[in-house]
């Protein structure tokens, strides 16, 4: 270990509090965390010259790689335009364009307005104030529920952790509205639709839930439901926009369109933070007043429509078109799924989830019964992965395998190979 890495590690250790992390084990003399330095596609470098796959996409970030020569010079380029102007009073080429961009991937006349924002839970923070504006605009406050499913993840900041079931994600903050927490749809008939504002989804997957998937029809059975009760839908693809399910939304593979939408994660291709939340042209509407009432959406951030982002987004929207991006999706999806039916027959695998390029391996005893989630066996798992060139994270005891989409075939069947190693050496032990 070199000079500067000791350097980094000891400020990390004196200074630094990491997310969702129990620091006191972080700290731990005996623990050395891996320090990061570069990457390049898939793969990442750490302080010590060692390659990684990078298997979950930088946290469901990363996209087309790191360093994609195309967004690395669209941020250049912009950087010696200027990095950041504020979007109170003023507007930004980049930004603009990247509305019509957004704006132009659904069926026209749909979605048609685009708010931006810095991440996945503001995302959902304008969805939520924007969809019990409307209903307040509209003359009907009455509607100030929310509905969300068990086990959702929708961040962390307190109105949109209020939303989710995992309890050490819950906040009390419930002021001003309610949440009706269901585990499916069959628990539809305990609400009042007239009193709800909107209904709030992660389609087709659970992310932070353990990659969970809802059974392949709920979401248009659900969209039919809030049609019928004119209930609105917000639909949280902060996870599984730009083609991680394999479709470039994951609601198209059900034919839905939502009424608002947050994206987040992957919009930039996993380059900088930034966010949008689209919704309707009539959402929009119920907040344009007359001068004798005032329903501007007072709402919104220092780094709203940050230029550099909007460049970087512009880019990753360019490379699905240039590479074909979708389409070349579609044989690595199957090899995907080939790799995972392989790992499926290790005994201590006990349930598999795939959505597109989303993937949970959920490991148990061979009798079918959970670990002690005291044993970290997940944790673990990841561990031995690491050492195996496959850089990771579980939840609870399911790995998630989730690789940018220009992985290769061969990174593909070696991080699969990796699992493999990985749960044989932990789970017998
Ligand atoms: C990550 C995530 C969020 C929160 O996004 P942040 O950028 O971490 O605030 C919300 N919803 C889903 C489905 C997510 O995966």
């Known amino acids: 270990m070199n000079a500067a890495t000791r350097v980094a590690i000891s400020a990390d250790r004196a200074h630094t509090w990491h997310p969702f992390t129990p620091m006191r084990e972080w700290c731990a003399p005996d623990h050395e965390p891996l320090v990061l330095l570069s990457g390049e596609g898939a793969v990442l470098r750490d302080s010590e010259g060692r390659e990684y796959l990078d298997g979950n996409s930088s946290i469901w970030t990363n996209l087309h790689g790191h360093r994609h020569p195309k967004i690395d010079a669209a941020i250049r380029a912009q950087l010696d335009r200027v990095a950041h102007t504020s979007f109170l009073g003023f507007t930004n080429p980049p930004a603009a364009q990247l509305a019509a961009e957004l704006v132009a991937l659904w069926p026209a006349g749909t979605l048609t307005r685009v708010f931006f924002s810095d991440d996945g839970s503001t995302a959902i923070e304008v969805a939520l104030k924007m969809a019990l504006g409307h209903w307040r605009h509209r003359g009907k406050p009455e509607r100030r ?9 929708h961040g962390d900041t307190l109105g949109a952790a209020s939303l989710g079931q995992i309890p050490t994600f819950r906040t009390a903050s419930r002021e001003g509205y309610e949440v009706v927490e269901l585990a499916d749809l069959s628990e539809l008939e305990k609400v009042e639709p007239e009193r709800v504002a909107a209904v ?3 389609p087709l997957i659970q992310g932070a839930a353990g ?4 059974p392949s029809g709920m979401l248009r059975e659900l969209r039919a439901w809030t049609e019928q009760h004119g209930v609105l839908l917000i639909l949280d693809e902060v996870m599984t ?13 059900e034919g839905v369109v939502p009424d608002l939408i947050a994206l987040a994660k992957g919009l930039t291709g996993g380059y900088l933070p930034l966010a949008a939340t689209l919704t309707r042209e009539r959402i929009f509407e119920s907040f344009l007043s007359d001068p004798d009432e005032d329903r501007t959406l007072y709402y919104g951030h220092s780094y709203t429509a ?6 970087a987004a512009l880019a990753s929207l360019e490379i699905f078109r240039e590479e074909k991006v979708l389409a070349s999706l579609q044989p690595k999806i199957a090899r995907f799924s080939e790799l995972l039916a392989e790992l499926a027959d290790l005994p201590h695998v006990f349930s598999i989830r795939q959505c597109g390029f989303i993937a949970g391996i959920e490991v148990r005893r061979t009798d079918g019964t959970p670990f002690p989630p005291a044993d970290r066996v997940g944790a673990q798992v990841c561990r031995a992965a690491r050492a195996c060139g496959l850089l990771t994270r579980p939840i609870r005891d399911t790995i998630v395998l989730s690789p940018p989409n220009c992985v290769t075939d061969a990174q593909l069947t070696s991080a699969c190979s990796a699992i493999s190693a990985a749960v044989a050496e932990i789970c017998h032990g």
């Open 200 to 202: 709030v989804i992660e």
């Open 241 to 253: 926009g730009f083609g991680r399910t394999g479709t470039m939304f994951a609601c198209e593979q």
């Open 306 to 311: 940050n230029q550099l982002g909007c460049a």
């Open 211 to 214: 990659m969970q998937l809802w």
């Open 145 to 153: 529920q929310f509905v969300s499913f068990r086990g959702a993840y």
